[in-house]
């Protein structure tokens, strides 16, 4: 089987046709802008994850096809169709704790999206620990973390979290990362969400243990761009040679996904410091 991290991918696969909930997969279809369409697809019954090789849960993609165009309007549409879905997932709570992990390598650019995202982000945490507040109205306690991956600390991505969100007590874990497609059509035009959590290295079939609720104690948000295809989905070979293909401007690509990704962080996490016309790592209060 040609691997993917896409959730739209295994469906298609399966043939799946819209809202078929006979099967377990339920999927539904949304366009907010004409630049960004919106696919949830819900997998309700063991058998349909078996088939479609994913947890139960759900996975919400997001695709622009025209995003690295740099176009302000498709940005803002892309921010906030982000926002949008994040707070159908994680509602805003004046007294919730959010940790975000950015999982990956920094040092290798197309699996580096995750310590980018969290190099943009506003991250809170501290000013609540100063002024000893329980809650606030505008914004969400969060903190945030690059672990690292295991061949830089010799640790599992996964205990590093674990031992964190004891300490943290976060009522809520969103862990960021790079993905892997299998159409060619979906790298550096494609968000994907999901509430099922993550299993950091599994694009490139270095699989680490999966970052769940079961694994975590605490809810797990993933959100990943597709920015690698296996060479056997490339050329629809099982047999061909086991490598991974980037694009070549993979750069422009972690740096957009990452700023729309953050800002879709930002919207959803600190509604009363940003809205949807000032959002942005630039415009940080």
Do not use: W
């Not at 043939?15 to 369409?37: F, L, R, Y």
């Not at 498709?74 to 704790?97: N, Y």
């Amino acid at each position: 089987m040609i691997y993917t991290d896409l959730a739209i991918e295994s469906a298609s696969m399966l043939n799946a046709a819209p809202d078929p909930s006979s099967s377990g997969i339920t999927v539904h279809e949304a366009s907010p802008s004409p630049d960004v369409k919106i696919t949830r697809i819900t997998i309700d019954t063991e058998e349909a994850a078996s088939a479609m090789h994913k947890p139960c849960g759900t996975y919400i993609t997001i695709e622009s096809p025209d995003f690295l165009q740099e176009r302000p309007e498709i940005t803002q549409a892309l921010r906030e169709a982000v926002a949008a879905e994040l707070t159908r997932l994680v509602p805003f709570h004046p007294c919730r704790k959010v940790l975000i992990a950015g999982i990956g390598n920094e040092k290798i650019t197309p699996d580096s999206l995750g310590p980018h995202t969290i190099s943009k982000i506003r991250v809170t945490r501290h000013l609540f620990v100063e002024y000893e507040a329980e809650s606030d109205t505008r914004q969400t306690n969060v903190a945030a973390i690059h672990p690292g991956v295991m061949a830089q600390t010799g640790i599992e991505t996964a205990e590093i979290l674990h031992r964190l969100v004891d300490f943290l007590k976060p009522d809520v874990l969103i862990a960021v990362d790079s993905l892997a497609a299998r159409d060619v059509s979906r790298m550096n035009t494609t968000i994907q969400i999901t509430d099922t959590g993550i299993a950091p290295g599994a694009g490139t079939k270095n699989h680490r243990v999966h970052l769940t609720k079961e694994t975590m104690g605490c809810q797990v948000i993933a959100i990943g761009v597709p920015t690698v295809i296996h060479c056997q989905a490339l050329l629809n070979d099982p047999e061909a040679p086991d490598l991974i293909v980037t694009g070549t401007n993979i750069d422009q690509v972690i740096h957009d996904f990452s700023s729309v990704i953050a800002d879709g962080l930002d919207l959803t996490l600190h509604p009363g410091l940003f809205s949807g016309c000032d959002s942005g790592h630039r415009y940080h209060l």
